[in-house]
């Protein structure tokens, strides 16, 4: 089974300031990526997803992500950050197309 | 269109009592998943649906959790005799069949007393 690491459980960053979020992921077989954003008191709604191809993926809401497979890394990136941006971020995996792994979720919180 | 809906949004229910967690999928969607996000353990993996079969069960803590799906599209994940460690909030999502892209339900919370 599939192991996924988000390094940061909490980021605080400032209005327009960039920010990363990191995942690593433990198996370096094919594997399907992806990142998930829950807003406080809301569903999980997917922000991005690597299945094959380029390795920079971009996504909603100005994010994008880099699948490194000599790392086993996907991590997150925005340039500039909202106060809309304040939610937890999962990092999920799938080697099957169907069953996803979740790390444990990274909090950001966007200050003014 | 309408996307993954959950009822009830929230249950309280006194430990050692039955009860039961709708998922209506999107339309059109064959695979349907339960997943169960709580404190302790994060985000699991419960069980996988591929049209009214559950290829993957995988991901069910016990045999006090069960879950069926009729005619390829609601369904139903029931827990008998409820504990406290069964608190969570129970997640389901569908798919369109094996492309990977899961969009989710807004959950039920789940509080056994």
């Known amino acids: 089974a599939q192991s996924v690491t988000q390094l940061d459980s909490q980021v605080p960053v400032f209005e327009e300031a960039p920010v990363e979020l990191r995942c690593n992921y433990s198996?370096?077989?094919?594997?399907?990526l992806f990142w998930y954003v829950q807003y406080p008191n809301q569903g999980l709604q997917l922000l991005l997803k690597?299945?094959?191809?380029?390795?920079l993926v971009k996504g909603i809401n100005g994010f994008e992500a880099e699948f490194n497979k000599s790392q086993t890394s996907f991590h997150l990136r925005k340039p500039s950050v909202h106060i809309s941006d304040t939610a937890e971020y999962f990092c999920?995996?799938?080697?099957?197309?169907?069953?996803?792994?979740f790390g444990a979720g990274t909090t950001v919180t966007v200050r003014a | 269109g309408a996307g993954v809906s959950q009822s009830p949004s929230n249950k309280v229910t006194e430990k050692g009592k039955d009860v039961e967690l709708r998922c209506d999928p999107i339309?059109?969607?064959?695979?349907l998943y339960w997943y169960r996000q709580s404190l302790g353990q994060g985000l699991e993996f419960l069980i996988y649906?591929?049209?009214?079969?559950?290829?993957?069960k995988s991901g069910l803590p016990s045999d006090r959790f069960s879950a069926e799906r009729t005619g390829g599209s609601v369904s139903t994940l029931t827990i008998q005799r409820t504990q406290q460690e069964d608190s969570a909030v129970y997640l389901c999502?569908?798919?369109?069949?094996?492309?990977?892209?899961?969009?989710f339900g807004p959950g039920t919370r789940l509080t056994v007393t």
């Open positions: 999502a569908s798919s369109l069949q094996g492309d990977g892209e899961q969009y």
């Open positions: 198996s370096s077989v094919s594997v399907y």
């Open positions: 690597y299945l094959s191809g380029s390795t």
């Open positions: 999920a995996v799938s080697d099957n197309d169907y069953k996803l792994s």
């Open positions: 339309s059109g969607h064959t695979a």
């Open positions: 649906f591929q049209g009214n079969s559950a290829p993957d």
